[in-house]
């Protein structure tokens, strides 16, 4: 008996994390915002990059899911736009979009842009939902 249970947990423990229908979907990737801005002068702009990273072979952002990121500053921070879209990517026809998100800063202290992820993230057997939130510090000087 203890012998299956070994068995089952060694197969279970080498399926893809992918695997069936997509249950562990957000396992399947990273946000990062590497390239972001960290410090800024009052002033001055700066940029807050998004991206989500594929962790598996196969995995990937979905084109036809509706792709919304709604962004948030902090007040001493100014974005000229707060929702972004896909067509808004550095390059809207790559597989994993990334997004630059230009800022300016307003006033001194600790700032933050918060951003508010939707899209799909899909294998080639499951598509699944997501929603996430990144936020970014930024020391304005």
Same mark, same amino acid.
């Given at each position: 008996m203890v012998r299956i249970a070994l068995a089952a947990l060694a197969v279970a423990l080498a399926l893809p994390a992918h695997a069936g229908d997509g249950t562990n979907a957000a396992s #399947?990737?990273? !946000? !990062? #915002?590497?390239?972001?801005?960290? #410090?800024l002068e009052v002033g001055k702009k700066g940029k807050v990059v998004v991206d989500v990273v594929p962790l598996e072979k196969g995995i990937h952002v979905n084109r036809e899911f509706p792709l919304k990121y709604k962004v948030t500053p902090s007040a001493g921070l100014a974005v000229d736009k707060v929702e972004w879209k896909r067509e808004d990517a550095v390059d809207a026809k790559a597989e994993n979009p990334s997004f630059e998100i230009p800022v300016r800063a307003l006033a001194k202290g600790s700032q933050q842009v918060s951003v508010h992820m939707r899209f799909a993230i899909c294998s080639e057997s499951w598509c699944v939902p997501q929603t996430k939130t990144v936020t970014v510090v930024i020391d304005v000087k």
């Open positions: #399947t990737y990273k !946000v !990062v #915002t590497d390239g972001s801005s960290r #410090t």
